[in-house]
């Protein structure tokens, strides 16, 4: 398992501090979908019985400050579903408890994660589920239904307007999850960003192809990142225009 101790640590983290509650641990994203790169994070999916409580949710978050992103260690993604609130499936679920280190300043501050309606869990059970690599408890299927397909496409083009929010602040992964959703809109399939990021350079424009191709080679660690030499914003502008136009459609 790739980055096995970090891994270990997590389990045993949402083990000891969900208790009973704790149905079952997932890995997904980068690791499962043809290995992590060096900018990957470690995407796990934890499904529990009833709610986290508010003690839960900061120790959580407190064990996770201090491991996630630091001293060499990889970022750290994990998302808290309560199995009822995803199965039966409803559009759009109900997020338990997120921890992202995007968000390590308000953590910092004492801000503490709440439920609230994540259309981003559509894609996420989705890959879950396709991954089908449980840490801990049965088999994902055991504990979620599948991801209606229309539900899929219109969970990742909601997420749209917020991604080009972030363009000046997280180019790489803005203009990566922009061509894994286009991918997934057209060939009904989610792949890894860098495999996404080569289907759509096979079909971009020759004048967006350097900003896309940039992004990709920083993911897999062939170059440094920086973007004072090229503009981003019109590649990614594209990619929008195409993921309406292929929902649209």
Same mark, same amino acid.
């Given at each position: ?112 994660? $709440? +439920?609230?309606?994540? *259309?981003?869990? /559509?894609? @996420? =059970?989705?890959? !879950?589920?396709?991954? %089908? $690599? +449980?840490?801990?408890? *049965?088999?994902? /299927?055991? @504990? =979620?239904?599948? !991801?209606?397909?229309? %539900? ?10 917020? =991604? ?5 602040? %997280? ?79």
């Amino acid at each position: 398992m790739p980055d096995g101790p970090a891994t270990d640590h997590l389990v045993q983290l949402l083990r000891t501090t969900l208790g009973d509650s704790l149905l079952g641990i997932y890995l997904h994203g980068s690791a499962t979908l043809g290995g992590l790169r060096p900018h990957s994070d470690i995407d796990v999916l934890a499904v529990v019985r009833e709610p986290a409580t508010h003690t839960q949710r900061r120790v959580l978050v407190e064990e996770l400050l201090k491991v996630s992103g630091v001293d060499g260690r990889r970022h750290v993604e994990l998302i808290v579903v309560v199995q009822d609130d995803v199965r039966p499936w409803r559009y759009p679920p109900t997020c338990d408890f997120l921890y992202g280190d995007w968000l390590r300043e308000d953590y910092e501050r004492g801000v503490t994660p $709440a +439920p609230e309606p994540s *259309p981003d869990l /559509a894609p @996420l =059970l989705t890959m !879950v589920l396709r991954a %089908d $690599a +449980p840490l801990h408890g *049965p088999p994902p /299927a055991d @504990l =979620l239904d599948p !991801v209606p397909h229309d %539900d899929l496409r219109r969970a990742i083009v909601a997420g749209v307007p917020e =991604l080009m929010a972030d363009l000046d602040s %997280d180019t790489r992964n803005v203009l990566l999850t922009l061509a894994r959703i286009w991918t997934t809109l057209t060939t009904g399939t989610i792949r890894s960003k860098d495999a996404a990021a080569a289907w759509a350079l096979d079909r971009l424009p020759a004048g967006h192809r350097p900003a896309l191709a940039r992004a990709r080679s920083v993911y897999l660690g062939e170059e440094a990142e920086r973007w004072d030499d090229l503009a981003p914003g019109p590649c990614a502008e594209f990619l929008t225009r195409v993921i309406t136009e292929s929902y649209s459609s």
